[in-house]
């Protein structure tokens, strides 16, 4: 019989928050325990996941909407709480594995909180190893914590590396690794056309339906930049082998 995981995520009612908990609820009745779920200001999207998913507490990083949950919750028995210390506290709760998913620095502490307990988490916070890489890595490899790559290209490379049979150094015959960019809706645009373009423009992606600053950062190739460091962090390799390459159909994610 197959055991219950506990699970908590960091984010929950963003993108990648909400593509977790669709999965959890396609899950079989049993496989998961939702321990926490964590969100910034939006108190009816995660109440109603709290209560969808059962999870034991529910938490809004913005501590004025605390009154608004606490009466969205009314009934449920799900525990409420809001602020930042309530936040690093979620997370720091037992769990066997975590999402972590909260956009932009505003995350990190609530990453560490995670990682200094062990388990698993799988990393959708790219700024977090931009800003603390060192800091973050070593957190992990002190609490013997798992650190999973959410976002899709780096995602790639793991599996990819995972499928070299247990090398004793899979890097060792690794000549470069290549992060593939769609180049977003600004590619094929003149000097002067990009000079023109209005932020309402820059969010609508040709392929992917992503939150505002992430779309902003791919329009401008920012995202690709961040995603090179965070590359650079999770697979020992110079910066000189990691490489990006300009690939529109977005049909491969890494190489």
């Known amino acids: 019989m197959a055991l219950t995981r506990s699970v908590s995520i960091l984010g929950c009612t963003g993108s990648v928050g909400r593509s977790t908990v669709a999965l959890l609820e396609e899950a079989p009745p049993g496989a998961f325990r939702v321990e926490a779920l964590v969100a910034n200001r939006d108190v ?7 209560r ?11 501590p004025a909407w605390y009154d ?23 997370a720091a709760r037992p769990v066997d594995w975590t999402m972590a998913a909260i956009v932009g620095a505003a995350g990190l502490p609530a990453i560490l909180a995670a990682l ?10 790219k700024e977090s190893l931009v800003c603390a890489g060192e800091i973050v890595l070593a957190t992990a490899r002190a609490a013997g914590a798992t650190l999973l790559p959410v976002d899709s290209e780096h995602n790639a490379i793991f599996q990819a590396l995972e499928a070299r049979g247990g ?3 899979p890097y060792a015959t690794v000549e470069k690794i290549v992060l593939t960019a769609s180049g977003g809706p600004c590619r094929t645009m003149s000097a002067a ?14 392929i992917w339906s992503m939150g505002a600053k992430i779309s902003i950062d791919s329009a401008t190739m920012m995202n690709k930049g961040l995603e090179v460091i965070e590359a650079v962090r999770l697979f020992p390799v ?5 490489e990006v390459l300009v690939h529109p159909q977005s049909t491969v994610h890494g190489l």
Request: proline content about 5%; aromatic content about 0%; charged content about 20%.
């Open 116 to 125: 200094s307990r062990g388990g698993v988490l799988a990393l959708a916070n």
């Open 68 to 90: 608004a949950l606490r009466d969205a919750l009314a009934g449920s028995g799900i525990e409420a709480a809001a602020g930042p210390e309530a936040v690093v506290a979620a």
């Open 167 to 169: 090398a004793a150094d």
């Open 193 to 206: 056309e990009m000079a023109a373009v209005t932020p309402e423009a820059a969010v609508r992606h040709p």
């Open 238 to 242: 110079p910066e000189a082998r990691v």
């Open 44 to 50: 009816a999207g995660l109440a109603a996941q709290a």
């Open 52 to 62: 969808r998913l059962g999870a034991r507490l529910a938490v809004v990083a913005d």
